[in-house]
């Protein structure tokens, strides 16, 4: 080997081959029903040792770490099922995005602090206090961040104790609060999302998800105080289809005029988003007002309210099981039915649908009318789970958000759930930060912003940690085309 082919050889091939290897279909396949087997047992254990620390009432500082091995558990299972390594490849870039975009935001709260401000003066003199500052303030965000979004492990031991021993469940329903929380800010994020993704994957870009949102979750509320006399297992549904339907409508409009006039969808979606804002400011203000002066409207009747799994201070709801069902039927939707085939290959090539015989008109509109229901079920979730009311400051920009997340979930609804989940822990997360930290709000604003720039940019990701770039890498249609195409 000259020195030329050895200097080309660098550790990364040596570490790619040696995953190549382990990740054989063969490997994992001659083994699978061992690696199986092996795979139950372990779960049998740790079940069974669960159950037998809360029959005999020790040993409950085990649950946590018990509880994590399970979840890893579950990607084991992955693998043994799918025999192959495969699956974890998509996984590299948005996990390298986020780690930067955290190291990254650990300087600007570094470099914001005021204690390293102050010191930085004498940094030649006396680094160490320097970084010591630096570090404290790093440490006490990020630790606060965390505890925001998943609450304290000792205190969720201390909830856990007082539940098995005494069989009260305050303390524990105070101590996962913050994970309950970072859950509930999720929901919204993965009903939008799946909205922006589908339309991506119809090569629309509906920028009008928070138009859609605000227009669900008002028209739902109307539903929830206006009509009268009906039992929850009526009135409920109504709502939440009334919420849909309108948004699907609000949708559906730009989606006609670019169908049927080539406007594009963008622009068209931005201004129904005006639209949207200005109206409800007009109904909360005059016909839809409780009282004169509040700008929100009466609180809806309880019939009409997404119900709550837990007692207070819990506040996950209903809306959980919409948005995880949403997504199954996303996927479900573009990838097994031909309506989805149709909708995919219009988007990836309309010339190719078109010559195939699709309608283009009808995927358009179609595309349209389904993201605007998705995102307006995140606006009737939002307002029938947690507000059960519509205020000025309803809109919380979920739906201009939802964008960044169907980028980072790569327009694939598991994508988009695992994003929302980010959003919803950096969201929980960043409120706990701003109060014991003293860190701003923006800051986890400037870790969102980061990883979409990691994601949408994966180069950069692959230049800083010297990855190659696979091969063949075929994504769906994001970028939208042109006006009148």
């Not at 004498?122 to 609450?151: C, M, N, Q």
């Not at 005494?166 to 919204?188: M, Q």
Request: contains cysteine.
């Amino acid at each position: 080997m000259s020195d030329k082919d050895f200097t080309s050889t660098t550790a990364e091939d040596v570490m790619d081959d040696a995953v190549v290897q382990v990740a054989q279909p063969g490997f994992l396949k001659s083994n699978q029903r061992v690696l199986l087997w092996l795979w139950g047992g372990l779960v049998v254990a740790i079940v069974l040792a669960l159950v037998g620390i809360v029959a005999s009432k020790k040993g409950v500082d085990l649950i946590l770490p018990l509880l994590g091995f399970l979840v890893l558990m579950l990607f084991a299972l992955v693998t043994i099922v799918n025999a192959s390594l495969e699956w974890l490849r998509g996984t590299v870039i948005p996990i390298l995005a986020v780690v930067t975009a955290l190291i990254i935001g650990s300087f600007v709260i570094a470099l914001t602090d005021p204690l390293v401000l102050e010191s930085a003066g004498h940094f030649f003199d006396d680094p160490a206090t320097v970084l010591r500052h630096a570090w404290d303030a790093v440490s006490l965000a990020y630790k606060a961040l965390f505890e925001g979004a998943f609450g304290s492990p000792a205190k969720i031991n201390a909830g856990l104790e007082s539940w098995i021993v005494n069989g009260d469940t305050r303390e524990l329903r105070s101590a996962v609060r913050p994970l309950s929380e970072s859950i509930t800010k999720s929901i919204p994020y993965i009903l939008s999302g799946l909205a922006v993704a589908l339309g991506f994957r119809a090569g629309l870009f509906n920028i009008g998800a928070e138009g859609q949102y605000v227009v669900g979750g008002l028209c739902a509320v109307v539903v929830g105080f206006k009509v009268t006399g009906l039992p929850a297992y009526i009135h409920l549904p109504l709502a939440v289809l009334a919420g849909m339907l309108a948004a699907g409508i609000w949708g559906a409009i730009p989606g006609l005029l670019k169908a049927w006039t080539g406007a594009h969808e963008v622009i068209n979606t931005i201004m129904m988003n005006w639209i949207a804002f200005r109206l409800t400011e007009y109904l909360l203000k005059e016909p839809l007002e409780k009282v004169q002066g509040t700008h929100r409207t009466p609180d809806i009747l309880p019939t009409a309210a997404l119900p709550r799994f837990f007692p207070h201070p819990l506040r996950l709801h209903a809306g959980l099981i919409i948005a995880l069902a949403a997504a199954v039927f996303v996927y479900w939707f573009l990838w097994k039915t031909t309506w989805g085939f149709e909708m995919r290959t219009v988007g990836a090539n309309p010339d190719a649908a078109r010559y195939g015989g699709i309608s283009i008109k009808r995927n358009i509109v179609l595309a349209m009318f389904i993201s605007g229901m998705l995102a307006g079920l995140a606006g009737v979730s939002e307002s029938l789970g947690i507000t059960h009311n519509m205020t000025l400051g309803f809109q919380a920009g979920y739906g201009f958000d939802s964008i960044a997340l169907a980028l980072l979930g790569g327009s694939h609804p598991l994508g988009v759930v695992l994003a929302s989940l980010l959003f919803g822990i950096l969201r929980a997360g960043g409120t706990r930060m701003m109060s014991v930290a003293a860190i701003p709000l923006e800051i986890t604003s400037i870790v969102q912003a980061m990883v979409i720039v990691f994601i949408a940019a994966p180069a950069i990701i692959r230049g800083l940690y010297r990855l190659r770039a696979p091969k063949e890498e075929l994504g769906p249609a994001v970028v939208t085309r042109g006006w009148g195409s």
